[in-house]
């Protein structure tokens, strides 16, 4: 299976890593010899239809900081250009989320599917933003648009509510969808005011050195809306989102949940009339109250219940392995058609 890898950053870099390590596996297991034929970034590119070679690539971008780097006298393609003109059956989208644009996520997308090639995205903002009219052009074009990197990291929250709880139907879900807030509000439990629970995070590298997408709930937002659109199949975008973060948590509000036997988390809650993402007191018996950066969400089905998946929501090789779920699942696919 041809592949063509659009942005080489962290979670880039892992899936190349994790081709490298499970070649042998993936082949016996599963029947997929992935070859990725194009990797772009944002300062080059490299291009081989008979597959690249991952361990020079990965050379390339740690010494020089591009995949232009791989041969000596490299073209700097724009990502277009390749996404169009280089024969493969799977675009992987890996480029940074940018909430307001989309871009340049959206276009790459949009290319892809229109030259017939199967999509698998980890950036949220195209999904976020233009959720409806994606999967209407992916099946108007006949190929398949997968993104499970997208919520959840490795844990595989929407194939958990998409597959395992067929058959009944989801009327509801709530959870925490985002890692570093929910480390945040962990810390101030623990005594830490907003401030000091921010620069811890910073310095573990869980907050970004300016993380108001996470804690102003961007970033939760945008998963809930994937999930509303993929689960419970409604057409809503990042607008419909009614979003408080956390930076007006303090101490007194978190002693105040405490003494009542409950932890003010993130949550992003869903039903068929609202969408919301507000700091909210949650029951530490409740399965949702997890601690440092887990991710938990709790499905409420008509028939079965309520089911909650919980697990890492974020992480490189986390989010790696759930591209190369979705690309097992598009090979599976391609050859029952």
């Known amino acids: 299976m041809r592949v063509i890898l659009v942005g080489f950053g962290v979670v880039g870099q892992s899936f190349a890593k994790l081709l490298l390590s499970r070649s042998a596996d993936l082949y016996s297991q599963h029947g997929i010899k992935p070859r990725i034929v194009a990797c772009v970034d944002n300062r080059g590119s ?8 991952l361990e020079r690539l990965l050379a390339a971008k740690k010494a020089k900081g591009t995949v232009g780097a791989y041969e000596k006298k490299s073209a700097k393609f ?28 959206t276009s790459h997308i949009i290319s892809a599917m229109r030259t017939g090639k199967n999509v698998i995205s980890i950036n949220k903002g195209p999904l976020a933003l233009a959720f409806p009219s994606l999967i209407e052009l992916a099946n108007y074009n006949g190929v ?10 490795g844990t595989p929250i929407l194939e958990f509510a998409k597959r395992c709880l067929k058959g009944d139907r989801i009327i509801s879900f709530q959870g925490i969808l985002n ?21 811890d995070a910073k310095e573990k590298g869980y ?8 804690t102003d709930g961007y970033d939760a937002a945008a998963k809930l809306v994937i999930m509303a659109n993929w689960i419970m199949g409604m057409k809503v975008t990042m607008k419909d989102v009614a979003r408080t973060g956390i930076s ?26 609202r969408l919301e993402v507000k700091p909210t007191p949650v029951s530490k018996k409740d399965p949702i109250c997890v601690n440092g950066t887990l991710n938990a ?35 599976d696919t391609i050859f029952e058609r």
Do not use: W
């Not at 890692?179 to 005011?193: A, D």
């Not at 509000?253 to 068929?272: H, M, P, T, Y």
């Open 179 to 199: 890692g570093t807030t929910n480390y945040i509000l962990s810390k101030m439990e623990e005594g830490l005011t907003y401030q000091s629970a921010l620069l």
């Open 207 to 214: 907050a970004e050195a300016k993380p108001e997408l996470d």
């Open 144 to 153: 398949m648009f997968r993104f499970s990197g997208t919520v959840g990291g």
């Open 46 to 53: 490299a291009v081989s239809p008979a597959g690249l070679d």
């Open 297 to 331: 969400v709790t499905f409420s089905s008509e028939h079965s219940g309520s089911q909650t998946i919980i697990g890492r929501g974020a992480g490189g090789m986390e989010t790696a392995s759930a591209v190369l779920r979705d690309l097992i699942e598009i090979r």
């Open 248 to 273: 007006e948590v303090s101490v007194a509000d978190v002693e105040k949940a405490q003494s009542r036997g409950n932890a003010i988390k993130l949550i992003a809650a869903c039903d068929s009339r």
């Open 78 to 105: 724009d990502p277009l250009q390749v996404i169009e003109n280089v024969e493969a059956e799977v675009v992987i989208e890996c480029t940074p989320t940018d909430l307001s644009t989309g871009e340049p996520g």
